[in-house]
């Protein structure tokens, strides 16, 4: 039984695709007892957008069937892929290969960074812009990156398409399985079934671009889980972020989803307390300095006060096994448990 049904578009011909497209060329490797359905939308030179061509997928889509949005540059390693996803979406709702959580809302990726012209500047895990969103108030404690994916950057050019398979070149983002709140839009799989029942689906007006990041924010707002899966794909593209038409996305998306952006409060300078070194927020410092004056009072109150009275529910415990006299040495030496806890208390 086939359990997965591949959705993708391409600019190639029918007999273009398997030769020339990086997936069609891996989905010559599969048996036919374990290669997917496949809906493909051949000769797409822009006409449509991928998010019209998903749409329709889900909707066509039988409910006991998964779904795989992928592009047809990815090559797709994996012969047990239909199991691999299965195993996935048994634990979550939507799978993907790469993603974050804990991203900027305020930047339109996963994981990239860009400035006040929305131009590339480098991931959101480092450099002095993310440092300046966490200051603004405006990014989360930190972004979450998650996943692993193969690039190579080539399509393979007539011949037989069995005599050349890329070579994997991993990329690491992340530990993985990981919880996301973003995936990346070159492969994400999903139930048919609970995609219909929430009414999630692709928003038309990002026919390129962000229609990955969107589609994500309203699986998380219908309540569906997220995660990155470790499936082998080696992708033949590191995407197309410095072009007008990837801007004019960003814009609508940005503008789409203000709404919800969380603007976390400025993290302030931590104060080291004089006495112990501790690193405290200014709040607490006070509340830390009373507890230290607290602890010190009590132990020269300790110092001073009298002996008190043997406890009188020591003489019920048994006295320590005559044959073994070292343990009865070790128990006198030793403080009871009573006196433990009296000694620790402040």
């Known amino acids: 039984m086939r359990l997965t049904r591949i959705v993708t578009s391409t600019t190639f011909s029918e007999k273009e695709f398997w030769k020339r497209s990086l997936l069609g060329r891996s989905l010559l490797f599969f048996p036919d007892a374990l290669r997917p359905e496949l809906a493909i939308r051949f000769e797409n030179s822009g006409k449509w957008g991928l998010p019209e061509i ?33 195993e996935a979406l048994g634990r979550c709702d939507v799978v993907g290969l790469a993603g974050s959580r804990g991203s900027d809302p305020a930047q339109p990726s996963w994981g990239l960074a860009f400035d006040a012209d929305l131009k590339p500047v480098g991931w959101q895990t480092v450099g002095a812009l993310s440092q300046a969103g966490r200051s603004e108030g405006r990014a989360p404690p930190g972004v979450v990156l ?29 530990n993985f399985p990981e919880p996301c709140d973003l995936l990346d839009g ?13 009414k999630v689906g692709f928003d038309p007006q990002f026919r390129f671009h962000l ?16 995660s990155t899966w470790p499936i082998l794909v080696s992708h033949g593209s590191g995407g197309h972020f410095d072009t ?10 940005l503008e789409k989803w203000k709404d919800t952006v969380v603007h976390c409060p400025a993290v302030p ?6 006495r112990c070194g501790a690193l405290l927020l200014p709040s607490t410092v006070a509340q830390h300095g009373k ?18 009275d043997p406890d009188p529910l020591r003489t019920l415990n048994p006295a320590p096994c005559s044959l073994n006299p070292r343990a009865g040495r070790e128990a006198e030496a030793s403080p009871s448990a009573a006196a433990l806890s009296a000694e620790s208390a402040p």
Do not use: M
């Open 54 to 86: 998903y749409n329709q997928a889900i909707d066509e889509c039988p409910t006991e069937k998964h779904l795989l949005f992928v592009h047809d540059d990815v090559y797709l390693h994996d012969l047990f892929l239909q199991h691999r996803i299965a």
């Open 291 to 308: 507890w230290h004056e607290e602890k010190e009072q009590g132990a020269r109150s300790k110092e001073q006060a009298p002996d008190p």
């Open 269 to 274: 300078e931590l104060v080291e307390c004089g």
């Open 244 to 253: 007008e038409d990837f801007r004019a996305a960003s814009r609508a998306y």
């Open 186 to 198: 070159l492969f994400l799989a999903a139930n048919a079934a609970l995609l219909q029942e929430r």
């Open 146 to 174: 998650s996943g692993a994916v193969s690039h190579v950057s080539r399509y393979v050019e007539g011949g037989d398409p069995r005599t050349s398979v890329p070579a994997p070149c991993l990329g690491l983002y992340g």
């Open 211 to 226: 229609y990955d990041l969107d589609f994500c924010r309203t699986a998380k707002t219908a309540g569906l889980r997220l």
